[in-house]
Nanobody, 119 residues
């Protein structure tokens, strides 16, 4: 069974930092793009950072310069380093990955981890 499991969320004061992790496990042949999205209460889920298999990154304007996405291929893990956090960063954070499983590409999502930034 293929799954993505996030960790590292929590409560932090404005200006603080958190590091999220997401591990992909199961019968995975290869991992292509990995990404982080977030969803605040009453709002749509937005992609905020992506990283290709070659390490090319892209960020939403709202997090550019504050968040850094990275990945460890050997560990099937993607990270999101979040610095200078703001109350408006409060959301459930989800990781996603495009995985090659049993010869086919599939998109998988994690269950989400809550990040709360207090003012």
């Amino acid at each position: 069974q293929v799954q993505l499991v996030e960790s590292g969320g929590g409560l932090v004061q404005a200006g603080g930092s958190l590091r999220l992790s997401c591990v992909a496990s199961g019968n995975i042949t290869a991992i292509n793009v990995m990404a982080w999205s977030r969803q605040a209460p009453g709002k749509q889920r937005d992609v905020i950072a992506t990283i290709s298999s070659g390490g090319i990154t892209d960020y939403a304007d709202s997090v550019k310069g504050r968040f850094t996405i990275s990945r460890d291929g050997a560990k099937n893990t993607v990270y999101l380093q979040m610095n200078s956090l703001k109350p408006e960063d409060t959301a459930v954070y989800f990781c996603a990955a495009d995985l090659l499983v049993a010869g086919r590409d599939h998109n998988y999502w994690g269950q989400g981890t809550q990040v709360t930034v207090s003012s």
